[in-house]
């Protein structure tokens, strides 16, 4: 890169960019170039006026008067509470902060839970036999469809809502488990007892790495269904976070607002699945990019 | 006359199958690897060589007989029965070095030391700089060393190798098998290799164990009296090229008989 601006002229004064940097740079700009098409045929067909604007308020409406959009949140992360927001943004990040907290503490306690049952269910025979009939019945039941029963048992509040993105993951995650320690090479095995290792010595430092870019690609699978889940659970059993704006902002026929909180909910879908992929990156540095795993 | 490293006594070994009729791969097979000594397994495939190599291993139990190593009934796997297989089995979230080193972090050896110890026996091996790449940036051939160079960390008294470079192309394996001679020689271990190719036999074994057909037993053992190394254009390598076609022809026409029957 340094050693060719010399040799062209014209060149010159145009600062040398990394490959990487101008890949950056081109998908960064394909991204604008996207999202631009998209929002400029929405505009258009405003203009248009095909497009009602109370339904289907084009992206300069809803995105125009952030401030008056903004007194929708208030501190309680709900509409319609006394402690009513003045239009700054903090009430805004706190909504989003709950939201994201129950994603991810769901998420945490569902692949932990579903590995450690996992492994049990394949290394303690009598727990296979009592367990996985039962897994795999409960396992194509929606995590929708849990919701009811998540709030008989733990009421209104926080906790049916991370249950509900536990659900959505542990099923997939305990059954990937099972199939995945069966799939380790057998050799891989081998060569630890060769060397002497005990069986959790094994576990640890084989099994588990050699399951865990699986198990995390199944968690990448699940991410937007976790989403989904946790803004059902908030519009009926949490009553606070995005889930319940969007739903208050749907029964106000608040469209301007309904599009705001889904352009957020995009952008933390988009950041979530980024940051997996980061965590993944330096979690998992063996597995190179592109290799199934991305 | 020493002690033999490893001692084969009356090894029978029966599949049973779930549902269906049992499968007998060995029986009745004897046989002593003296200490250094460089032994090949010889075989058509099915005949159960590689099986007893798992069994002296310590991987697989025997059904019948019993296999002592220097006085020691096998019981378990064992790192002194270091064993490599047709793929290098290297773990993918390990360095090579750290891959080297793995034996050794199971058997407690501090971190700079089994670091130093792994990055000798990596340079001893012709991996010298290749301490901190992973496994999947290295060449088939390099896996291979870098197994071998796993297995030798533990310092193991026998070397086994299911048919280690069959998954090699031609002009890497005529490497590596000079490569395995001079870890042989360095390492004074007794190897024992399974293999299906003749020349392989050939160029590298003190004796060749050559096999029957399934169930294994011993057909013939042939010691090779030729000094390393063991061009093939010499008139003896073509006799014992021609022996040992001889008796595996012999074994593969049985094979293919009892399949028929």
Not at chain 1, 167 to 175: D, G, K, N, Y
Not at chain 2, 185 to 199: C, E, K, P, Q, Y
Not at chain 2, 212 to 220: D, E, L, N, S
Request: aromatic share 8%; proline share 6%.
């Amino acid at each position: 890169m340094t050693t060719t601006t010399g040799s062209i002229p014209q060149a010159k004064h145009v600062p040398a960019l990394s490959p990487r940097i101008r890949r950056g740079l081109a998908s960064a700009g394909w991204g604008l170039a996207s999202i631009g098409l998209f929002a400029g045929i929405w505009e258009a067909l405003w203009a248009m006026g095909l497009a009602n604007p109370l339904l289907l308020p084009p992206p300069h409406m809803f995105l125009g008067d952030i401030p008056t959009t903004l007194t929708f949140f208030d501190h309680n992360a709900r509409i319609g509470s006394t402690d009513r927001g003045e239009g700054s943004v903090l009430p805004l990040l706190n909504t989003m902060l709950w939201t994201t907290m129950r994603v991810v503490l769901g998420l945490f306690i569902g692949f932990s839970a579903g590995v450690a049952v996992g492994a049990l269910v394949h290394y303690v025979k009598l727990l296979r036999n009592l367990l996985l009939p039962t897994i795999l019945l409960l396992a194509p039941i929606s995590p929708v469809a849990w919701l009811p029963v998540a709030i008989f048992v733990f009421g209104i509040g926080d906790v049916p809502a991370i249950f509900l993105v536990f659900i959505t993951v542990f099923f997939s995650i305990v059954l990937a488990t099972v199939s995945q320690i069966e799939a380790v090479p057998k050799n891989y095995i081998h060569v630890a007892r060769i060397m002497g290792a005990t069986e959790r010595q094994t576990f640890w430092r084989v099994i588990l790495p050699a399951i865990l870019p699986g198990l995390f690609m199944i968690l990448r699978l699940n991410l937007f269904a976790a989403w989904m889940v946790v803004l059902i659970a908030e519009a009926v059993g949490v009553g606070t976070g995005l889930g319940q704006i969007t739903s208050m902002a749907r029964a106000t026929f608040n469209a301007k607002l309904v599009f705001f909180t889904m352009a957020i909910i995009g952008v933390l879908g988009f950041s979530f699945d980024w940051g997996l992929r980061a965590i993944q990156r330096k979690l998992l540095w063996w597995v190179a990019p592109g290799q199934g795993v991305s | 006359m020493s002690r033999p490293a490893i001692t084969l006594k009356h090894i029978g070994k029966t599949w049973t199958p779930e549902g269906r009729a049992p499968v007998e791969a060995l029986r009745d097979f004897s046989l002593d690897v003296m200490p250094g000594e460089f032994v090949v397994f010889l075989g058509p495939s099915g005949c159960g060589k590689s099986t007893l190599l798992y069994m002296i291993a310590g991987l697989e139990e025997v059904t019948g007989g019993t296999i002592h190593q220097d006085g020691h009934e096998v019981k378990e796997p064992s790192a002194e029965r270091g064993l490599i297989f047709q793929e290098a089995s290297l773990f993918p979230w390990l360095t090579i070095a750290d891959n080297v080193a793995f034996g050794l972090s199971i058997r407690g050896t501090p971190k700079l030391k089994r670091r130093d110890i792994a990055l000798d026996i990596l340079r001893s091996v012709g991996l010298g700089d290749m301490g901190d790449k992973k496994p999947d940036e290295l060449s088939g051939g390099m896996r291979q060393r870098a197994a071998c160079a796993r297995a030798l960390a533990m310092r193991p008294k026998v070397l086994m190798m299911d048919e280690p470079f069959a998954a090699l192309d031609v002009q890497t394996r005529a490497k590596m098998q000079d490569f395995l001679l001079q870890i042989w020689r360095d390492s004074g271990a007794s190897i024992i290799l399974v293999t299906h190719s003749i020349d392989e036999a050939i160029s590298l074994a003190d004796r060749v164990v050559v096999f029957t057909a399934r169930p294994g037993r011993v057909k013939t053992i042939v010691p090779i009296d030729l000094p390393r190394p063991r061009p093939s254009r010499d008139p003896r390598y073509h006799a014992y090229r021609d022996q040992f076609a001889e008796l595996l022809a012999d074994e593969v026409d049985r094979a293919f008989a009892e399949q028929e029957a």
